[in-house]
């Protein structure tokens, strides 16, 4: 199954219409347009002004989304706590005249914001890209952040073993 594909599936799976979720990196919307359908609110940053752009026109015919356009970490300037889920499709915007490309201590700042706004129960969904420099960055300061601070990683996906295919993290919110 292809990245995108289980991805998607799995959010079909966990959200519905009393959700307040959170798209990190709007991109170009592919993830947006799907939260707009499944979830009662939608709320996506991305810090490239094309990228807000595209993704506005995807999902024009939805009501329920606010998008925002600045850098991830500063999501605690926007957002309440009690959010059911946050998702992260980290890279870049293909074929962007200006590609910004997240990057491994901001991402790391910004998953800390989250995992404090996330309700209990609630999850949150990184896809790590291994194939753009800095991937590895992120994935590494990342996974070793879970490992050494007791995240719940509750399920992990690569659609083929292959030094650059996505690794997708799904983590739940548990407290104790
Ligand atoms: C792989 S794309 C996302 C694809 C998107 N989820 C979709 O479904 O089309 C990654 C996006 O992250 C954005 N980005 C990079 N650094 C960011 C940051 N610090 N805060 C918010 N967005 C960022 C890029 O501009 C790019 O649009």
């Known amino acids: 199954m292809r990245t995108n594909t289980f991805v998607h599936k799995y959010l079909k799976g966990l ?24 979830a009662k609110e939608v709320i996506g940053f991305d810090i490239n002004e094309e990228a807000i752009i595209n993704t506005a026109n995807r999902v024009k015919d939805y009501s329920n989304v606010r998008l925002i356009k600045d850098n991830h970490i500063n999501i605690d300037l926007y957002l309440n706590e009690g959010i059911k889920l946050f998702i992260f499709n980290l890279g870049y ?28 129960n609630g999850y949150i969904i990184i896809t790590f890209y291994l ?33 650059k295919e996505p690794i997708v993290y799904i983590i739940k919110k548990v407290t104790t």
């Open 15 to 38: 959200i519905n219409k009393e959700d307040i979720v959170v798209d990190m990196t709007v991109g170009n919307g592919n993830d947006t347009l799907l939260l707009c359908q499944l």
């Open 93 to 120: 915007l293909p074929h962007s005249d200006n590609p910004s490309t997240t990057k491994a201590s901001e991402t790391l700042i910004a998953f800390k914001k989250a995992y404090s706004l996330l309700k209990d």
């Open 131 to 163: 194939g753009h420099k800095g991937g590895y960055d992120e994935y590494y300061l990342l996974t070793d952040y879970f490992k050494n601070n007791d995240i719940n990683v509750i399920e992990k996906y690569q659609a083929h073993s292959s030094l």
